[in-house]
Nanobody
Framework: QVQLVESGGGLVQPGESLTLTCTHSPMAAIYYIGWFRQAPGKEREGIACIRKLDLNTYYSDSVTGRFTIARGSERNTVTLRMNALRPEDTGVYFC?????????????????????WGRGTQVTVSS
């Protein structure tokens, strides 16, 4: 079982940026690590994932062009750089370990395919 801990959340104003970090216990680079978020009263939404082996990434339409997932500069970390934040980006952000591959691109951000979740970090975008 992989342990994951999210950090970096906070309160920001619309248009500002924030970087989240997912720190995980050692794991093989073949597995995807994904970022998900959940707003109050809404279902959990997959927004980005990366496989460290080859840096393959997937993004949801809602964050494409604004968010960037990457290997962290520190060992066993994955970052999520969030630019041009909007109020609708508010929610609890989670990272999780995914499989080494997906049956289809459309399943890359499906939460059912992920295991070993962190507890989340709150991001609030408000003026």
């Amino acid at each position: 079982q992989v342990q994951l801990v999210e950090s970096g959340g906070g309160l920001v104003q619309p248009g500002e940026s924030l970087t989240l970090t997912c720190t995980h216990s050692p794991m093989a680079a073949i597995y995807y690590i994904g970022w998900f978020r959940q707003a109050p009263g809404k279902e959990r939404e997959g927004i980005a994932c990366i496989r460290k082996l080859d840096l393959n990434t997937y993004y949801s339409d809602s964050v494409t062009g604004r968010f960037t997932i990457a290997r962290g500069s520190e060992r066993n970390t994955v970052t999520l750089r969030m630019n041009a934040l909007r109020p609708e980006d508010t929610g609890v952000y989670f990272c999780a370990r995914g499989p080494p591959r997906f049956d289809a691109d459309s399943s890359a951000l499906r939460s059912d395919d992920y295991e070993d979740w962190g507890r989340g970090t709150q991001v609030t975008v408000s003026s």
